[in-house]
């Protein structure tokens, strides 16, 4: 029988609260009464609490967060790591603790309502075919931008990409190991261009990102419901 692969979480928490028209960070406006990144990391907590947990933020944020954990109390364990210029250093700094081989994923500090069964779902795709990533179908009609205007295209053939997209350690560290590419978009992307195959799964449209006040608005609703 194959031995398990040791699992990782990298949840990228880099943003400020520049379009969420606020002075705190993104990850630390509290929702339900704790912080976003808290939220964020007790479901991948809820889905293995053996899991390896990495939180990238900002240099000049980690000791605000350590406040922020002694002040809620919050003693899930987690390995915290400064990130960089960009999304791909900061991931590139997460995948700099993750030691020897494994799963690793990778997740958007606010997006705190992935739901376990989509995590596992992730993880299971890794461990089976090298790569995991969430998506979704659009709801509405998509136009592509040509030189003339648009042209309608056919929703059927596109997908809304979210996190976490779960790799090997082994592709993804891979994949970090180029300069970074104005076309990469997220870890797909990466991983794509050293020509790896991408395995889509199926997420949740409860899983967004919270970076408008209109997100905070519906966060706020789909936490009410979780209590």
């Known amino acids: 029988m194959a031995q398990e692969l040791p699992e990782y979480a990298i ?3 880099g943003g400020s609260g ?5 002075d705190t960070p993104k990850q630390f406006i509290p929702v339900a009464g704790k912080p976003i990144l808290m939220h964020t990391i007790e479901r991948f907590y809820n889905y293995s609490p053996t899991i390896r947990l990495i939180v990238v933020l ?3 944020q980690l000791e605000t967060w350590r406040e922020l954990c002694k002040t809620y109390s919050f003693t899930i364990f987690h390995m915290t790591v400064p990130g960089g210029a960009s999304r791909f250093e900061s991931v590139k700094n997460g995948l700099g603790a993750v030691m020897g081989n494994g799963l690793v994923a990778v997740h958007d500090g606010v997006r705190p309502f992935v739901e376990v069964e989509t995590i596992k779902a992730a993880f299971e795709a890794a461990a089976n075919y090298g790569s995991g990533v969430v998506v979704v179908s659009p709801k509405d009609s998509i136009r592509e931008l ?3 205007g648009s042209i309608s295209v ?9 996190t976490p997209q779960v790799f090997t350690a082994e592709i993804l560290k891979k994949a970090y190991e180029q300069h970074d590419q104005g076309y990469f978009t997220d870890d797909a992307s990466v991983v794509e261009s050293i020509g790896e195959k991408i395995t889509l799964v199926e997420g949740s449209y409860r899983n967004i990102k919270i970076t408008t006040p209109e ?7 789909f936490a009410k419901e979780q209590l």
Not at 18 to 22: F, G
Not at 154 to 162: E, S
Request: net charge positive; hydrophobic share 45%; aromatic share 4%.
């Open 215 to 221: 997100d905070l608005i519906l966060a706020e609703a």
């Open 58 to 60: 900002p240099k000049e």
């Open 11 to 13: 949840i990228v928490a």
């Open 146 to 148: 040509i030189s003339k």
């Open 18 to 22: 520049s379009r969420m028209q606020h």
């Open 154 to 162: 056919p929703r059927a053939n596109y997908k809304l990409v979210q």
